[in-house]
T-cell receptor, first 111, second 115 residues
């Protein structure tokens, strides 16, 4: 079975830092993606990790530990527009690549 | 920047009717996908497609569903006899590779409402 867990919702203050955690247990692993999704819109790509460690991309960083089945997304200098759902997804390649998504973490940024 | 497009943006249909959702993937991409998201739930994989064949499909993708690449640009999802529970947002995605870190680019989605 495939299991990807992330907190349902989080609240943070504008200008602060927030860390969104994701744990996974999947039948395969070819990388972990983080997507941002605003209500009623498509997921948009934020970051990708396939090796252990930290990947930094502007205000966003993502960390992966494959041995622990754990990742986090770090958002710095939060802005109101960062209020959205953040989706953790594992890429699994068998015959074809597919993304297995977690439930998503609804982040509310308050002034 | 190239993007995946989908039509229509919203489709309303009656239970039992056939619907076809259309997608135009990014032109140099070779791998195509359909996902769905029921309101308030997670994004779910339906099917992946490469070289005019289904590469993989989920349990959701039963005999009521089919995909096709009728020409060099379009990629379609057909639901033969819609059910109430098919109401969802359907996202098409495409990627240049399937097993590397290349991101899957998502289209804006088609909201399907079955009444």
């Amino acid at each position: 079975g495939q299991n990807i867990d992330q907190p349902t919702e989080m609240t943070a203050t504008e200008g602060a830092i927030v860390q969104i955690n994701c744990t996974y247990q999947t039948s395969g692993f070819n990388g972990l993606f983080w997507y941002q999704q605003h209500a009623g819109e498509a997921p948009t790509f934020l970051s990708y990790n396939v090796l252990d460690g930290l990947e930094e991309k502007g205000r966003f960083s993502s960390f992966l530990s494959r041995s622990k089945g754990y990742s986090y997304l770090l958002l710095k200098e939060l802005q109101m527009k960062d209020s959205a759902s953040y989706l953790c997804a594992v890429l699994i390649y068998n015959q074809g690549g597919k993304l297995i998504f977690g439930q998503g973490t609804e982040l509310s940024v308050k002034p | 920047e190239p993007e995946v497009t989908q039509t229509p943006s919203h489709q309303v249909t009656q239970m039992g009717q056939e619907v076809i959702l259309r997608c135009v993937p990014i032109s140099n991409h070779l791998y195509f996908y359909w996902y769905r998201q029921i309101l308030g739930q997670k994004v779910e994989f339906l099917v992946s497609f490469y070289n005019n064949e289904i590469s993989e499909k989920s349990e959701i993708f039963d005999d009521q569903f089919s995909v096709e690449r009728p020409d060099g640009s379009n990629f379609t999802l057909k639901i033969r006899s819609t059910k109430l529970e098919d109401s969802a947002m359907y996202f098409c995605a495409s990627s240049e590779y399937r097993d590397r870190g290349d991101e899957q680019y998502f289209g804006p989605g088609t909201r399907l409402t079955v009444t």
